[in-house]
């Protein structure tokens, strides 16, 4: 369901903090009752490594919430993107879920984060393990040159409950296998390998499973995790990324920081986001 119509709440009196963008919701569009993502307007001065977060609010409270959001696009799109879950009651999503095209959304202007290629050392190749919205990082990743420059190969896990919410994941990578700046590298270098935990579909598990089983390897023809050679990036929930971490400890992975760029590096800032 896409909403391109101008709605009622667009663009109020509101006084935009200082250090704040204000702009305007370009596009919404809903996958399913939890999941939706939403286009806006892109600041001109404002500039994001790949895989870099920002805070986002609503101009509908004197003190807005904001909450930490993953800029799912490549740094050289129009507009920015983001995906978002639904959380009910939500402090924000449960306002941001309802926006249409023209409504006003405010950013903080200082975007950072860890998932970044600066904090990985160079390697062969790169594995994105992600799940639900986790994925979104990597939506600017994968479409970063640079990214193809680093590594031979980049592996994208995505892991949902179910099927439906692997969606956005697969509608991504079509979009970057047919990207024009990325979209060749991609095509012989980019592996999607999506899994769902509470219903059937082509692989099912926990991709801490799957790799614990070495699942992942055999299905996709290549070679197990190896420390000297391989980096890591993790996003998703908070136990996701601590039993994911634990295994890639276990197979002598450090983890890296922009300060100190090691093998694998996790994020941390939207581990419940809006509860
Ligand atoms: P599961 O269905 O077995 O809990 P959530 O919506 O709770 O964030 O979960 C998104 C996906 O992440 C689900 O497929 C879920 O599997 C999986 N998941 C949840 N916790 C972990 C964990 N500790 N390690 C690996 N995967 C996890």
Redesign the pocket.
């Known amino acids: 369901m896409e909403s391109r119509a101008p709605s009622t709440l667009s663009m109020t009196e509101f006084p935009v903090p200082k250090g704040v963008f204000a702009e305007a919701a370009v596009s919404v569009h809903h996958y399913t009752q939890k999941l939706f993502k939403f286009r806006m307007t892109r600041p001109r001065s404002f500039r994001f490594r790949s895989g870099e977060f920002v805070m986002i609010g609503l101009p509908n409270a004197a003190k807005p919430v904001f909450r930490a959001y993953s800029i799912a696009c490549p740094s050289w799109d129009e507009e920015l993107e983001f995906y978002s879950i639904k959380v009910p009651n939500g402090p924000l999503t449960q306002h941001l879920q309802k926006i249409k095209a023209g409504d006003m959304i405010l950013m903080r202007r200082k975007p950072t984060g860890t998932l970044v290629n600066d904090a990985l050392l160079p390697g062969r190749r790169l594995f994105l393990f992600s799940?639900?919205t986790g994925i979104a990082p990597f939506a600017s990743i994968i479409r970063d040159p640079e990214t193809y420059e680093k590594f031979e190969t980049v592996v994208l896990t995505h892991?949902?409950?179910e099927v439906a919410e692997l969606a956005y994941g697969q509608e991504l990578a079509a979009l970057t296998y047919d990207d024009p700046l990325v979209g060749e590298e991609a095509q012989d270098r980019l592996t999607l390998y999506s899994t769902?935990?509470?219903e059937a579909s082509a692989v099912t598990g926990?991709?801490?499973h799957l790799l614990n089983s070495g699942k992942i390897f055999e299905d996709l023809g290549i070679e197990p995790l190896d420390s000297t050679k391989d980096r890591c990036m993790i996003c998703?929930?908070m136990?996701?990324l601590?039993?994911?971490k634990s295994l890639l400890q276990d197979m002598c992975f450090n983890e890296g920081s922009n300060r100190d760029p090691a093998d694998f590096v996790i994020e941390r800032a939207f581990a419940e986001n809006d509860s």
């Open positions: 799940t639900g892991t949902c409950r769902t935990t509470r926990r991709i801490t998703g929930s136990g996701m601590h039993d994911t």
